[in-house]
């Protein structure tokens, strides 16, 4: 059996496919992660294992409920997913038919919208963000208005990786823009880092309004995979259509719960004033940096850079196990890397390689 035979019979649409490049595949070395937005803490929950003889629910009652009380909304509002990456595809696969829809992503963002469309065979329609990293509202209107309409519009707030929020009026404008033809998907998984922006109070009036949230970042919960949808009934019950039947192992439920009870959701919200105070330290110690220039803003976990020598920084920093993120390929960033808010320990250890590097770059 050769190479071409199993190529012969791969789909067209996937052949040429390349898998995301998440931190983890592009590293396996490394001490301090600081490449994937993750948190630095890990927290201790306690397992019951007397039904793990049995299949879970698809939507464990107790988890859905928890995380409406935390985001304020009614239980038939919120999906349980497998990450907030399973919400995307569930949107994808539930929203979109497959050789003709599109979907709409402003760029630079998160990879996987993009990538999660291919692997469906739906297109990608790009309307680039601005220079300052604000929507560019006059594309957005011309696509609005055009007759190839996107079946969903992602916007990203705080955005990954440029760390800028989506100002209120321009979120209001592209509601105004896509109402009656498309689903308007704002993807809040760093809400925690900036919690007065989110967008769940606009669910009420805005029946085409999608919210993707996640355990992964300021819940410190990346490892267990789990995500949420926020929207109304009506896209909640078509995205149940085409989930898995077994979504989310007991397990996890049980962790989610318990991180989302109010001990959970106190701690979660102590930790991010950790995180956020760290930031604010290493942004002030990077400041003064000849070679690193501040990108963007600051409100969520993480710190983006424009960098001399970027490849040779990189270099510098793998071998001394510190692990940041190359976002040099996206458009408007060039020579760009993203540094995850570690422990203190992390974030010194990174900052003297930083300096270290520039330092000698400087002697030589
Ligand atoms: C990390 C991230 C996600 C994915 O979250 P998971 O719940 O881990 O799948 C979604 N959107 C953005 C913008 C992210 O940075």
């Known amino acids: 059996m050769n190479n071409s035979f199993i190529d012969s019979l791969t789909c067209d649409f996937v052949r040429d496919l390349t898998p995301y490049e998440s931190a983890r595949r592009l590293f396996s070395g490394g001490n301090d992660w600081l490449n994937a937005n993750e948190s630095p803490f890990s927290n201790e929950y306690s397992l019951n294992t007397e039904r793990f003889n049995r299949y879970p629910d698809c939507q464990p009652e107790s988890v859905l409920r928890a995380y409406a009380k935390y985001a304020g909304l009614s239980k038939e509002q919120v999906l349980v997913s497998r990450g907030a990456d399973e919400g995307i595809e569930l949107l994808i696969r539930g929203f979109c038919n497959p050789g003709k829809d599109s979907i709409l992503i402003c760029p630079p963002t998160y990879g996987m919208y993009a990538i999660s469309a291919q692997t469906f065979n739906v297109s990608v329609q790009k309307a680039p963000l601005n220079s300052d990293f604000s929507l560019d509202l006059a594309a957005l209107e011309a696509i609005a208005?055009?007759?190839?309409?996107?079946?969903?519009?992602?916007?990203?707030?705080?955005?990954?990786?440029?760390?800028?929020?989506?100002?209120?009026?321009q979120i209001n404008a592209v509601l105004a823009l896509f109402a009656g033809k498309s689903l308007v998907v704002v993807d809040e998984a760093y809400i925690e880092f900036s919690p007065q922006y989110n967008q769940t109070a606009l669910l009420a009036d805005n029946p085409h309004l999608v919210l993707l949230r996640t355990l992964s970042k300021a819940f410190a919960l990346a490892g267990i995979r789990c995500g949420f949808t926020l929207a109304s009934q009506d896209i909640i019950k078509v995205l149940l259509k085409v989930i898995a039947p077994y979504p989310v192992s007991d397990p996890v439920a049980q962790i989610a719960h318990q991180a989302l009870s109010e001990k959970g959701v106190d701690l979660m919200q102590q930790q991010v004033s950790t995180i956020r105070f760290e930031q604010v330290w290493m942004k002030q110690a990077l400041a003064n940096m000849q070679g690193m220039e501040f990108q963007g803003s600051d409100k969520a976990n993480f710190l983006l850079y424009?960098?001399?020598?970027?490849?040779?920084?990189?270099?510098?920093?793998?071998?001394?196990?510190?692990?940041?993120?190359?976002?040099?390929?996206?458009?408007?960033?060039?020579?760009?890397?993203?540094?995850?808010?570690?422990?203190?320990?992390?974030?010194?250890?990174?900052?003297?390689?930083?300096?270290?590097?520039?330092?000698?770059?400087?002697?030589?």
């Not at 208005?145 to 009026?169: H, M, R, W, Y």
């Not at 990189?314 to 040099?328: E, Y």
């Open 306 to 364: 424009r960098c001399q020598d970027k490849d040779a920084l990189m270099q510098h920093l793998v071998q001394n196990g510190v692990l940041i993120r190359d976002q040099s390929k996206q458009i408007l960033l060039g020579d760009c890397l993203r540094i995850t808010i570690g422990s203190r320990e992390e974030n010194q250890r990174l900052l003297a390689l930083i300096q270290q590097f520039f330092q000698e770059g400087q002697a030589a």
């Open 145 to 169: 208005n055009s007759d190839n309409l996107p079946k969903l519009v992602f916007l990203c707030s705080p955005n990954n990786p440029t760390g800028t929020l989506i100002a209120q009026e």
